[in-house]
Nanobody, 125 residues
């Protein structure tokens, strides 16, 4: 059983920063690709960033490229972070951590096998 627990969300002013973390537990989880998604009110869940199991490759949505950085704990590989800088009101939403047991990095949410409960990020203008 794989479990993902997000933390680090909160309320921040525009141009501020937040750092989200995802703690993963379960067998083989250190070999899974990981991703971050977000869902704004009334909108579909969208891909934000992804990272391979080794941490050697990353992928970002165009809207966050240059502002967000995804990283993986080098020692344990079971913790993934999302550093979010220069936040904008349109970054507001529930942020979910997800794990993919099969693919290196994919942007489609239906490819991911496991999901966390989500953490709220609110950016005020």
């Amino acid at each position: 059983q794989v479990q993902l627990v997000e933390s680090g969300g909160g309320l921040v002013q525009a141009e501020g920063s937040l750092r989200l973390s995802c703690a993963a537990s379960g067998r083989f989880v250190t070999t899974y690709a990981m991703g971050w998604f977000r869902q704004a009110p009334g909108k579909e869940r969208q891909f934000v960033a992804g990272i391979t199991w080794s941490g050697g490759s990353t992928d970002y949505a165009h809207s966050v490229k240059g502002r967000f950085t995804i990283s993986r704990d080098n020692a344990k590989k079971n913790t993934v972070h999302l550093q979010m800088n220069n936040l904008k009101p349109e970054d507001t939403g529930v942020y979910y951590c997800a794990a993919d047991a099969v693919n290196p990095i994919v942007e489609g949410q239906f490819e991911y096998d496991y999901w966390g409960q989500g953490t709220q990020v609110t950016v005020s203008s």
